[in-house]
């Protein structure tokens, strides 16, 4: 992995507390998979386990492996989930490596943390048994581009200038024309994204912001800055806080017979 895009370490128990926007889109796309309820399924970046407890609900017979590159995640993770039906694992996806194929692969909000698509959809694939579904959501292109637009204003503010400049390359907005080649060249089939908007008022916006938009963010400016920094974010956005998700659904299976 190239050492610019290191996995950074996420507060968990902040995160499994102010995530219920994300359990909410993460409903939407658990209801997407054709599962009987005894599968072996991976969640591609688990968090905190939050989202997991829900897939584990429709796999009474069957199991979940999470999958995280926080560490602090995964403890979370490890405190909210059966250990006889759960296995979690710290690693890079891009590093991903299963001892036996899962029936299907779910992700959400995590995808577009990951620059190498290309890389990362290889490993999905790999990790997937022939006939094998594949079910994500994650930020898509054009996501948050309001609250961005905002945000450069704030980060042209000489105390923060210096630390936050450039940061736009943190995340993989990707479009849906582009995710379906990039599924068709790691060997995936009947490969269908669609990008869908959905505006969210997080409801403790400070904290929200704290650990999930702005966390690259807080991470480049010292310590002492931080609360200046969202100060300053949340005097500039009009209140209350209303974020521009657009989300890019991602869907495509492994074909039938596919040797790895
Ligand atoms: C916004 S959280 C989503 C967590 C959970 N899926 C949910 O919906 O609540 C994004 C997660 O992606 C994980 N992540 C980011 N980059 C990753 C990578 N390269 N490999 C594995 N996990 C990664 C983060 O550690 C974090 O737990």
Redesign the pocket.
């Known amino acids: 992995m190239n050492p610019d895009e290191e ?1 950074r370490e ?1 507060d968990a128990a902040t ?1 499994d507390r102010v ?1 219920h926007i ?2 909410e889109w ?1 409903r939407e796309v658990i209801d997407r998979l054709e599962l009987r309820g005894d599968e072996t399924v991976l ?1 591609a ?4 386990g ?2 997991t407890k829900l897939l584990l609900e429709h796999l009474p017979e069957g199991r979940v492996i999470g ?4 560490a602090s ?1 995964i403890e979370k993770a490890r405190e909210a989930l059966p250990d006889d039906r759960t296995e979690l694992i710290v ?4 590093d991903l490596e299963l001892t036996e194929p899962v029936d299907a692969v779910f ?4 995808l577009h ?2 620059l190498d698509h290309r890389r990362l959809f290889q490993r999905l694939y790999a990790a997937l048994r022939p006939g094998g579904q594949l079910e994500a959501q994650c930020g898509g292109i054009g996501n948050l581009d309001e609250f961005l637009n905002s945000l450069e204003n704030v980060n042209g503010d000489e105390r923060f200038a210096p630390y936050v400049r450039g940061i736009a390359s943190t995340w993989n907005f990707a479009s849906p024309g582009d995710t379906e080649i990039r599924l068709q060249a790691a060997g995936f089939a009947d490969e269908h994204c669609r990008l869908e908007d959905r505006l969210e008022k997080p409801r403790e916006p400070r904290e929200f912001l704290r650990t ?1 938009c702005l966390g690259p963010h807080l991470e480049r400016l010292p310590d002492e800055l931080h609360e200046q920094y969202l100060d300053a974010v949340l005097e500039y956005i009009p209140r209350p806080l209303t974020l521009d998700y657009v989300r890019l659904n991602i869907s495509a299976r492994r074909p039938s017979g596919a040797s790895a």
Request: glycine share 6%; proline share 0%.
């Open positions: 996995a996420w995160y995530s994300q359990a993460a969640d970046g688990c968090g905190s939050r989202v999958v995280d590159a926080s995640m690693s890079d996806l891009l992700s959400n909000a995590t943390w990951i999930v």
